[in-house]
């Protein structure tokens, strides 16, 4: 069974920065990979599918890397509505989320 | 614009039937499938069921057949998603998804959610 491993738990960040936020699959996804956000007491969205393109509507300071095994979630210039929760999820063999980050401006 | 609008909270007692809905608009009903994503505080995100309205095709997160029952009324847009005898650790926040892929084959992500139920069981 893959297991979804994201780092770190949390990250603190400096508005106008950039967070770098890690998923990392126990077994080859290909590119079989998205990210969502889920802000408090909302429920998540899509951001990022296929490891690295944008859903619609998503500014372009959101970017997704990856294959494999090892992904990247890159949120530069973070803003203030950015403080949330992101989550990965994998989907090569039925869906599969990771535990997720929790991003906090400072 | 693709809305999956939910029913409301429910508080119910260990052994009672539940079902909570979920209204589709903004796309055709039986051209996608749709389903269900629990999240739980403790286990994450995970996902329970999904259904293609348009042959009323199922698949079911193996943790979860036979606990749960996902439906679709197509004349009504609606999906639904029942419970024949709830226990305490059916507790949990309740999204209804639009699985986008190759869903029949378990390669879906998801890209429109509901607003979510809260069902908790006491």
């Known amino acids: 069974e893959i297991v979804m491993t994201q780092s770190p738990a949390t990250l603190s960040v400096s508005p106008g920065g950039r967070a770098t936020l890690f998923c990392r699959a126990s077994?080859?996804?290909?590119?079989?990979l998205a990210w969502y956000q889920q802000r408090p007491g909302q429920p998540p969205r899509l951001l990022i599918y296929w490891a690295s393109r944008r859903a619609a509507g998503v500014p372009d300071r959101f970017s997704g890397s990856g294959s494999g095994t090892a992904f990247t979630l890159t949120i530069s210039n973070l803003q203030s509505e950015d403080s949330a929760v992101y989550f990965c999820q994998q989907y090569n063999n039925w869906p599969l989320f990771g535990g997720g980050t929790k991003v906090e401006i400072k | 614009e693709v809305q999956l609008v939910q029913s409301g909270a429910e508080r119910k007692k260990p052994g009672e039937s539940l079902r909570i809905s979920c209204k589709a608009s903004?796309?055709?009903?039986?051209?996608?499938?749709i389903g269900w994503v629990r999240q739980k505080p403790e286990k994450g995100l995970e996902w329970l069921a999904i259904m293609y309205p348009g042959d009323s095709e199922t698949r079911y997160n193996p943790s979860f057949r036979g606990q749960v029952t996902i439906a679709a009324d197509t004349s009504l847009t609606t999906a639904y998603l029942h419970w024949s005898d709830l226990e305490a650790s059916d507790t949990a926040m309740y999204y209804c998804v639009r699985p986008t892929g190759i869903a029949g084959e378990g390669t879906y992500y998801f890209d429109s959610w509901g607003q979510g139920t809260l069902i908790t069981v006491s």
């Open positions: 077994q080859s996804i290909s590119r079989n």
């Open positions: 903004g796309y055709t009903f039986t051209k996608y499938w």
